[in-house]
Structures are given as structure tokens and as C-alpha cells.
């Protein structure tokens, strides 16, 4: 399916989002952003939109959540013409880190940012590609802040609403273009 101008932005993701039930384990119903992302005019719309619910909250930065959230954050800063700094999984980021814990359903992971690229007083845009629990944004959220960094916004193209995932962040004003459930 190919988006068209006249759809609205909620009906081009709905359109270009697959479900998978099961998948990766049995009970999880997996939001497959692939279609969107082979989709140009899509995908286009999907960054177009976002730029508009960031851009108001004034971000001196955006800061993209490994790896999907690299996927809707690298042409989001392209199109804000805003620095992009990325959280990634340990162990690849090259110079002094910063890093947080955060629970998973079985043990905990991490994820670190570089030290030096958070400023105390800057304004950060979060942008990851799906807000679920919550867990993960709550965690890059606390990373931001533990290094003197305000919270601008938390930006998803999606947002699983019945998990609850916005309450965790409570002190960050919470953008998404399609909320489900
Ligand atoms: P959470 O910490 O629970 O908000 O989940 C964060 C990450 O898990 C997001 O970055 C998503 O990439 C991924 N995720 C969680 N649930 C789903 C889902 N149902 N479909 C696709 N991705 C998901």
C-alpha cells in the first residue's frame, strides 16, 4: 500500500504498520514498522509529522534509543536540523560513558550515551519507534537528567496506550501519532 497526500498521518501509519501475533515470543503482538519504512511517501509523512509535534517543545537535541529509534531519529534531526545523539546498547560507544540499568520481564539490560553529549541545560527530544511499558524511554529519561539534560519531549510514531507506558514518564511531555488501545 502506498500512502496518497490526501490520507491523514494516523491513517498512513495504521495502513503501513503490520501486526505479528506471536511474535518474538507467544501473547506479544509485534508492531512491524517495515512496510512504513519501504513505503517513501510514508515514511516522508511519518517524519514530516513528527518534526511538527517536536519542534514546538524547542529541543536543543534529539536523542535516538538503539536501533529503532535510529531509524525515525537520523532523518528527524536531518529534517529539525538539530545534533542526533544516540544511546546505544553497551560496549560500543567509543569514549566515556554514561549508563543506566532497567528491568526487563527476565533480568535487567543496559544503555549508555556518551558523557560528554549531554549539556546541562539543553533541551533533548527522546525518540524511540514504539512507547510500550515505558521502561526503556524511563530509563534514557533518568540518563538525560542524571547528566544535567531537560526533558523537551519523548517523541514514538507509535504508542501501545494500554500498557501504560506514559505514566512512566511523567515529567516528560509525551508525543505519538498513533495510539492503540
Ligand atoms: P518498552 O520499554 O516496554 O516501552 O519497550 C521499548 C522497546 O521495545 C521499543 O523500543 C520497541 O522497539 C520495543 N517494543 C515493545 N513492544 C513492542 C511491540 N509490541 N511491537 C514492536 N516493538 C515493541
Known sequence: MTAASHDTVESVLTSLIRDVPDFPKPGIVFKDITPLLEDAAGFRACIEALAARV??????????IESRGFIFGAPLALHLGLPLIVVRK?????????????QLEYGEDRLEVHADAIRAGHRYALVDDVLATGGTAEAVTSLITRLGGQMACAAFPLELGFLGGRARLAGAVTESLVRYG
Do not use: M
Not at 55 to 64: E, F, I
Not at 91 to 97: D, E, F, M, N, S
Open 55 to 64: 519542534s514546538p517543545h524547542r529541543p536543543d537535541a534529539l536523542v535516538a
Open 90 to 102: 553497551p560496549g560500543k560507544l567509543p569514549r566515556a560513558t554514561e549508563s543506566v540499568a532497567y
